[in-house]
């Protein structure tokens, strides 16, 4: 019911900045929270940032100053603005959503494809 496209991944210098986008679409009642995951290779994936539909936001402690999460809720998208990326910031990063949706007694979690992020000279 609720479909995530990312985008805004890529290769990228240490030290240097990308911005990812997550859009969501589909048929829902309302988003809650919005967030962003990220997975490194042979390692669980993990929380890096996430933000209310009030707008409060949360950061992981190891992208703190680093990187801003931010939601346009008139167009259902969340940002993640990453800034002084460093090596250990490679990862497939993931969107993840919690929306209202028809038929469903609880909230439901969706997540996107996933997008890769590697920081290399």
């Known amino acids: 019911q609720v479909q995530l496209v990312e985008s805004g991944g890529g290769l990228v210098q240490p030290g240097g900045s990308l911005r990812l986008s997550c859009a969501a679409s589909?048929?829902?009642?309302?988003?809650?929270?919005m967030g962003w995951y990220r997975q490194a290779l042979g390692k669980q994936r993990e929380l890096v940032a996430g933000?209310?539909?009030?707008?409060?936001?949360n950061y992981a402690d190891f992208v703190k100053g680093r990187f801003t999460i931010s939601r346009d809720s008139a167009k259902n998208t969340v940002y993640l603005q990453m800034n002084s990326l460093k090596p250990e910031d490679t990862a497939v990063y993931y969107c993840?959503?919690?929306?209202?949706?028809?038929?469903?007694?609880?909230?439901?979690?969706?997540w996107g494809q996933g997008t890769q992020v590697t920081v290399s000279s």
């Open positions: 993840n959503v919690v929306a209202a949706v028809k038929d469903a007694i609880a909230l439901v979690t969706y």
């Open positions: 589909g048929s829902f009642f309302s988003i809650n929270t």
């Open positions: 933000i209310t539909s009030g707008g409060r936001t």
